[in-house]
């Protein structure tokens, strides 16, 4: 009995612990004072360096066995993954990190969406009244920006528009990967899609012409940091989670990314969000929640 429980627990303790570890990611881009883009390509490269030993090691083989159409679904999951840490990370320079996070997690509607009109998925009255509850509060929650709240530019609403980006780009990553990730082991899957995302970031931060080198030792620290934190312990646990538990569980413990971060800009970058943004905030997050539950239901 107690063998079971404990099977039960450890990945629930994990989840927590990757709840806590993405909750970090908006602090440290916002502690770095690298070009964003810069920022989230060593994010990656980083990450790639720590799990590719890993995955070489425990699936040798599984590369060779990479059909020419999962590798192209691999592709365009990691073209979908660069392009949603290139908008995100640059998202944080213009608006709310309460703001940035709970734009960008909201996810779930858009995969929702998705699902619907690529996937022929049925969308419930539920789901659809989550969506309309997440759009109403994202709504409110831009109307706190630009009227004061914690926003640190007086061009909030890009960063919201850029962090609505981020979401779906999260999203059109989910929907690319699904059904290769039930097809292959995670850390195969994820190795193919950071090193796309490496190479596609690069190339963007090569065509935006900043530097990849020249930073203090304190920028490299903060770029591990990023890739061992919200990398390693973060989305990775996130994905060996969902093997065990169920997606409606991890879906809604998500929320808790948002109110971690925020909690955490108050404390350490002094971001107090004001009225409108917590109550905006409060609505997505209880409409992201609504979808995610009753999508993995349906």
Do not use: C, K
């Not at 509060?137 to 709240?149: C, F, I, N, Q």
């Not at 990967?177 to 931060?205: D, E, N």
């Amino acid at each position: 009995m107690s063998s079971l429980r404990d099977r039960a627990v450890a990945p629930l303790a994990w989840l927590a612990v990757a709840i806590v570890a993405v909750s970090t990611s908006a602090i440290l881009i916002r502690w770095s004072d690298a070009p964003p883009q810069v920022a989230a390509f060593y994010r990656i490269v980083f990450t790639l360096a720590l799990l590719a030993p890993v995955t070489l090691a425990r699936h040798p083989r599984t590369f060779a066995s990479f059909s020419r159409r999962d590798a192209t679904v691999a592709i365009l999951a990691g073209v979908a993954l660069a392009a949603h840490f290139a908008a995100w990370f640059e998202s944080l320079s213009w608006t709310s990190v309460a703001a940035s996070v709970t734009l960008v997690q909201a996810q779930p509607i858009f995969v929702a969406v998705g699902a619907w009109a690529v996937l022929d998925e049925r969308v419930t009255r539920r789901m659809t009244q989550g969506i309309l509850l997440a759009v109403a509060g994202a709504v409110l929650l831009s109307l706190g920006d630009s009227t004061g709240g914690a926003s640190p530019t007086p061009w909030p609403l890009w960063g919201n528009a850029l962090a609505l980006v981020g979401a779906v780009t999260a999203a059109a990553y989910i929907l690319v990967g699904r059904s290769l990730r039930q097809r292959l082991p995670l850390l195969p899957y994820v190795t193919v899609v950071y090193a796309t995302s490496v190479v596609g970031l690069l190339a963007f931060v090569l065509v935006a012409g900043f530097p990849l080198a020249g930073y203090p030792p304190r920028e490299w620290l903060l770029f591990l940091a990023m890739a061992v934190g919200p990398g390693v312990l973060g989305h990775t646990v996130i994905n060996w989670v969902l093997e065990e538990v169920e997606s409606t569980v991890v879906g809604v413990a998500l929320v808790g990314e948002p109110v971690g971060s925020t909690i955490l800009a108050a404390l350490l970058l002094g971001e107090i969000p004001g009225m409108l943004t917590v109550v905006g905030g409060g609505i997505v997050l209880a409409g992201i929640v609504r979808t995610a539950r009753n999508r993995a239901s349906a």
